[in-house]
Nanobody, 121 residues
Framework: QVQLAESGGGLVQPGGSLRLSCAASGSLFSIYNMTWYRQAPGKPRELVAT????????YADSVKGRFTISEINDADNTAYLQMNSLKPEDMAVYYC??????????????WGQGTLVTVSS
C-alpha cells in the first residue's frame, strides 16, 4: 500500500514563501506523476502543479512564475513545491496526489491528507 506524507504548510505573509513536500512510501511501486492540488473554502479543487516521472513540469496559469515543482527524488520518492510571492488567493488546503503502478495491486492513485497554507498579514 502506498501512502503519502505532506508537510510544509503554515502561515505566511503576502509576498512570502513556503515549501511543501510530498513523500510517497510503500513497496514495489513506481510513480507516473506527482501532482499538487489545492482547495479553498467554497471552491472546487484545482490543479496547481504536476511533475512527471521523467521530470516534465506543468503549472496552472495562476501560479506560473511563482511556484516551482521539483523533480521526484528517486531515492525517497519525494518532490517539493516551492511557493514564492504568495498571494491571499493562494490560501487553501494543498493536497498531494500520486498516480502510478503497484506490482501487487496494479494502477494506483493516492491522495495525501492535505496541508493548510494561510496567506495573511
Amino acid at each position: 500500500q502506498v501512502q503519502l506524507a505532506e508537510s510544509g504548510g503554515g502561515l505566511v505573509q503576502p509576498g512570502g514563501s513556503l515549501r511543501l513536500s510530498c513523500a510517497a512510501s510503500g513497496s514495489l511501486f513506481s510513480i507516473y506523476n506527482m501532482t499538487w492540488y489545492r482547495q479553498a473554502p467554497g471552491k472546487p479543487r484545482e490543479l496547481v502543479a504536476t511533475i512527471t516521472a521523467t521530470g516534465s513540469p506543468n503549472y496552472a496559469d495562476s501560479v506560473k512564475g511563482r511556484f516551482t515543482i521539483s523533480e521526484i527524488n528517486d531515492a525517497d520518492n519525494t518532490a517539493y513545491l516551492q511557493m514564492n510571492s504568495l498571494k491571499p488567493e493562494d490560501m487553501a488546503v494543498y493536497y498531494c496526489y500520486v498516480n502510478g503502478w503497484s506490482m501487487t495491486t496494479g494502477y494506483l492513485e493516492v491522495w495525501g491528507q492535505g496541508t493548510l497554507v494561510t496567506v495573511s498579514s
